[in-house]
């Protein structure tokens, strides 16, 4: 799945959920080093795992995060 980022500086989130864990996270822009390493810290985890350590995390002054928006990709996901 991707998904579209809102109010992030990386643009979109690539995923796979198998199994209710989540697979192959690759952000688009954004910090890399920080986004490749939050893809390696999620990987194999728990959808459910990963909503609830990531929802509601701000960047600065900014109303979300790129983790957020990992989470709320992943709620989207799950709702389908």
């Known amino acids: 799945m991707v998904y579209k980022t809102k109010g992030t500086c990386s643009s979109a989130i690539g ?4 199994d209710g864990k989540v697979y192959d996270v690759k952000f688009q822009g ?7 390493g939050i ?3 999620v990987e194999g985890m ?3 795992e990963v909503i609830s350590r990531l929802e509601g995390i701000k960047c600065g002054f900014k109303n979300t ?3 957020d928006q990992l989470a709320k990709a992943l709620k989207a996901a799950s709702a389908q």
């Open 30 to 36: 954004g910090c890399h080093g920080n986004l490749q």
């Open 39 to 41: 893809g390696k810290l």
């Open 65 to 67: 995060s790129c983790p």
């Open 15 to 18: 995923f796979e959920v198998k």
């Open 46 to 48: 728990d959808v459910q």
